[in-house]
């Protein structure tokens, strides 16, 4: 896969790029962390199932670093990846996150776990597992509604779901809310109207659906496929690939020297 962060007549990277090259391929194992409204999953290189604990409107990342830790006492790792649910500019979160509690902002999460990390938009990081090349846009259909683009390699987060969109936004009706305010039926005739306006707005070449309540949807709208919630753990495994595509606005912990 061709996919670069940066433009193609750079031929010599820096020596402080070299040298985060390097470090980078020192890295043998991978643990990932997707951050949700609902449950907060992990998985860690060369494991084959996920684990999890609940969520909810009140976690801090420090009972999220907590809760890592303990469900995964015995993995080894040497490198976390966190997809968090709301907007990161430059490996950083720069606001609060709508379905959990405070304190996401500016949290040192290098140190919590005491290894190095990078942190990406969940939806960015699920659509990096997603990607296939050319431009795709995604869309997570979940507690709220994740969005983000891959153009050529360089992934693009995007807050499409606080849109206005009718009496409030795309994310009050395609998200968990809508779903249980409007009921199966509207909620699925509004997926499909969103799902085509976002499509003839952005004019990608492949659309995936992604999140939880994709499997609620009786038939994809058209010329979308279904992702898999399994693709955010690709996308963290990918972040740490020398070839992987890499976010517009940086993905380090720390933004670099």
Not at 41 to 49: D, G, P, V
Request: charged residues 25%; proline residues 7%.
């Amino acid at each position: 896969m061709d996919v670069r962060s940066q433009p193609t007549n750079v031929h010599r990277p820096a020596r402080r790029d070299r040298a985060a090259v390097a470090k980078k391929c020192l890295v043998k194992s991978v643990l990932v962390v997707d951050v949700g409204g609902t449950s907060v999953k992990i998985l860690a290189s060369r494991q084959k199932t996920h684990r999890s604990f609940p969520s909810g409107p009140k976690l801090t990342p420090k009972e999220m670093v907590s809760g890592v830790k303990g469900v995964a006492a015995d993995w080894a790792y040497d490198a976390v990846s966190i997809g968090y649910p709301g907007p990161v500019l430059r490996g950083r979160p720069i606001a609060e996150p709508y379905n959990l509690g405070r304190g996401w902002v500016g949290f040192d999460f290098a140190a919590a776990f005491g290894h190095p990390v990078k942190v990406i938009n969940d939806a960015a990081m699920q659509a990096l597992g997603s990607y296939r090349g050319g431009k795709m846009l995604f869309l997570g259909l979940g507690t709220g509604l994740g969005s983000s683009m891959i153009v050529d390699g360089i992934v693009e987060p995007m807050e499409l779901g606080h849109l206005p969109y009718k009496k409030g936004t795309y994310e009050d009706y395609v998200g968990k809310a809508g779903l249980e305010r409007r009921g199966k039926k509207k909620w699925r005739r509004d997926v499909a109207d969103v799902v085509a306006r976002l499509i003839t707005a952005l004019e990608p070449e492949d659309t995936v659906l992604g999140g939880g309540n994709v499997q609620k949807l009786k038939v994809l709208p058209p010329c979308c496929r279904a992702g898999d919630n399994d693709n955010a753990f690709r996308g963290g495994f990918r972040l740490w690939e020398t070839d992987a595509a890499l976010p517009r606005a940086g993905w380090h912990s720390k933004p670099p020297p």
